[in-house]
């Protein structure tokens, strides 16, 4: 039987990462153009292509402009610095590359890389394929399945982790990955600008959770709580 791994890179993640490895020691051309993040990401993409061999592969970039995330909360990143010179001139060229590769880009207007990676995980698991999301970011936790798992980075030269349900439940002490949907909604993300349950930090998100089973089990529950929680 066919090996069918499809690898989903998060391209603005891995060119972030990549970036800011070389701040201290950023990569220039002789006509001093930074090429940091283009060089970080390519040794990356050489680096899981050479060890994993996939069988399918596919870079995920966020598109210009609005998501329907903006349209649903107007705040939705709305603290996020503008996105770094270098990296912004280094975008068409990594896009060049992957042409060079014929490794296709994904980029759906409306949508993050995130929703396209999300989604492209699950429809190929219904396939048959074993999918790994290639991004350090902890929101993808809650697609990780049977067949699906986070090809996460490792810090600082250390090797990448493979995070399946297991580790994903271990992680939280939850009983399903899904809960990391209602973890983050307690605790909201400062990263992105989305207000989470005042007063409730990551402590005492997993520990919420782990009483009530979800946001809806907690809302139904409020009884139960008291003080300052329960208001």
Do not use: W
Request: proline letters at 6%; a negative charge.
């Amino acid at each position: 039987m066919e090996d069918k791994r499809l690898f989903l890179l998060d391209a603005y993640a891995l060119i972030y990462r990549a970036y800011y490895a070389l701040i201290n020691a950023p990569r220039m051309s002789s006509k001093g153009f930074n090429t940091s993040a283009i060089y970080g990401f390519v040794n990356t993409l050489q680096d899981v292509l050479k060890r994993e061999n996939p069988s399918h592969i596919a870079v995920c970039f966020d598109p210009p402009g609005p998501t329907f995330r903006h349209d649903a909360f107007e705040g939705y990143k709305a603290e996020r610095p503008p996105t770094p010179e270098d990296i912004r001139l280094a975008i068409p060229y990594i896009k060049r590359i992957l042409e060079a590769y014929r490794i296709p880009v994904m980029e759906i207007m409306g949508y993050e890389a995130d929703d396209v990676i999300g989604t492209l995980a699950k429809k190929a698991q219904a396939k048959g394929f074993t999918a790994y999301m290639m991004t350090p970011d902890k929101d993808f936790g809650q697609v990780v399945d049977e067949r699906i798992f986070q090809y996460k980075p490792g810090k600082q030269g250390a090797d990448f982790e493979v995070l399946g349900v297991k580790d994903i439940c271990e992680m939280y002490d939850f009983e399903s990955p899904l809960q990391v949907i209602d973890y983050l909604a307690l605790m909201g993300d400062k990263v992105d600008n989305i207000p989470g349950c005042p007063g409730v930090g990551k402590v005492t998100a997993i520990k919420l959770i782990k009483q009530f089973g979800s946001v809806e089990g907690l809302l139904e529950h409020t009884g139960e709580l008291k003080g300052a929680m329960k208001a």
